[in-house]
């Protein structure tokens, strides 16, 4: 791998965890108000903690492995979470099992910022994913053997 090249992959894995950690701690700080809505059950808030885990968890895996397996991974968070906000903007979407209505067709400034960390989370890792080529095992030889 080239310095150049080397040099990408380090800034997009910074990147991208970056835009991870922005979206978890956004979800972090919401957590607790987003809870009193629905006392009994999984609420929203707690649904806003175990998004922040994942997306810490992926930040994580991006910045040790920086595979194609943790670009993936990232990208899904990303989208998901961007999807998530997106959705529960503009769609009153009803209960799904332990998953509340979390319906609020409003933007302020801190959903804004979490709908941009996930946004530029998935497109950065979906970058990271097309610059990262597979490394394939040097062909043996048969000749040599």
């Not at 990147?15 to 956004?26: I, P, S, T, Y």
């Amino acid at each position: 791998m080239t310095d150049s090249r080397r040099a990408t992959d380090v800034l997009l894995r910074v990147l991208v965890a970056a835009a991870l950690a922005v979206d978890a701690g956004v979800h972090l700080s919401l957590a607790s108000n987003y809870q009193l809505a629905a006392p009994g059950g999984i609420g929203a808030g707690n649904v806003f903690r175990i998004e922040s885990v994942v997306a810490l968890l992926a930040a994580l895996y991006v910045l040790i492995r920086g595979s194609r397996w943790a670009y993936a991974v990232a990208f899904l968070v990303g989208l998901s979470a961007f999807a998530a906000v997106i959705l529960y903007r503009y769609v009153d979407v009803p209960p799904i099992g332990p998953i509340p209505a979390m319906y609020e067709p409003v933007w302020f400034f801190q959903k804004s910022l979490s709908a941009v960390a996930e946004a530029l989370a998935a497109l950065l890792a979906g970058i990271g994913f097309a610059l990262h080529h597979r490394r394939r095992p040097a062909s043996r030889d048969s000749s040599s053997a």
